[in-house]
């Protein structure tokens, strides 16, 4: 069942009156755990990517996006917990309310947790989070293959990077990063431009 204090800084953030992004209700338990990358054109431009573990997606907000380059090191700044829905959120939050902005969904997916501990067992994922290091293989539509987080910075500035490991879906050079301007949706074809037209 979901924990709702959960869900309670995302939703003391905000007006659920002014804003159309989901309040967040108890989520249901499928077969693999989804991730999601959203484009965030707020006060500055930035990926959201978020990790569903158990009822919740856990989130961190990453300025340069993720690379497929295994030398990138992306920061990557944990912000709070998003409801499940959170997703499919795709549109514009208004002017003056938290985080407002266009958001795209700009990849989605499942992934598989590949944490494991010294003799090679299994870790629970969230408890790979807690811990400050956790390795998963990401099936998107754009994205695929190893990343790590690794906390490098604890407390009120805590602080992750995101890598991607050396693998097989790994690639080099600046082709792994998107234009966020030039970035279209996974879900609906639409650059954060064409969005804010509608919003
Ligand atoms: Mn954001």
């Known amino acids: 069942m979901a924990d709702k204090s959960a869900l309670r800084a995302y939703r003391g953030k905000r007006d659920f009156d002014r804003t159309a992004e989901p309040r967040g209700r108890d989520g249901s338990h499928g077969d693999e755990p989804r991730f999601v990358v959203q484009i965030h054109d707020a006060s500055t431009m930035h990926f959201d990517f978020r990790l569903q573990v158990d009822n919740v997606l856990k989130s961190w907000s990453i300025p340069k ?5 295994p030398h990138d090191k992306r920061l990557a700044m944990p912000t709070e ?5 959170y997703e499919e959120f795709e549109g514009v939050i208004p002017e ?11 990849d989605h997916g499942t992934y598989r947790p590949l944490s494991h501990d010294r003799r090679g067992r299994p870790v629970p994922f969230g408890e790979s989070l807690e811990r400050g290091h956790a390795t ?5 539509s754009k994205l695929h293959g190893g990343y790590a987080l690794t906390r490098f910075r604890e407390g009120k500035d805590e602080a ?11 690639r080099s050079g600046d082709r792994g990063t998107p234009d966020p301007r030039r970035a279209r949706s996974v879900r609906s074809g639409r650059t954060l431009r064409q969005v804010a037209g509608q919003g």
């Open 136 to 140: 998963f293989w990401l099936d998107g």
């Open 81 to 85: 917990d998003h409801p499940l829905e």
């Open 96 to 106: 003056g309310e938290y985080g407002g902005g266009t958001v795209i969904v700009w």
């Open 160 to 170: 992750w990077l995101l890598v991607k490991t050396d693998d097989e879906r790994a």
């Open 65 to 69: 996006g993720p690379s497929a380059d």
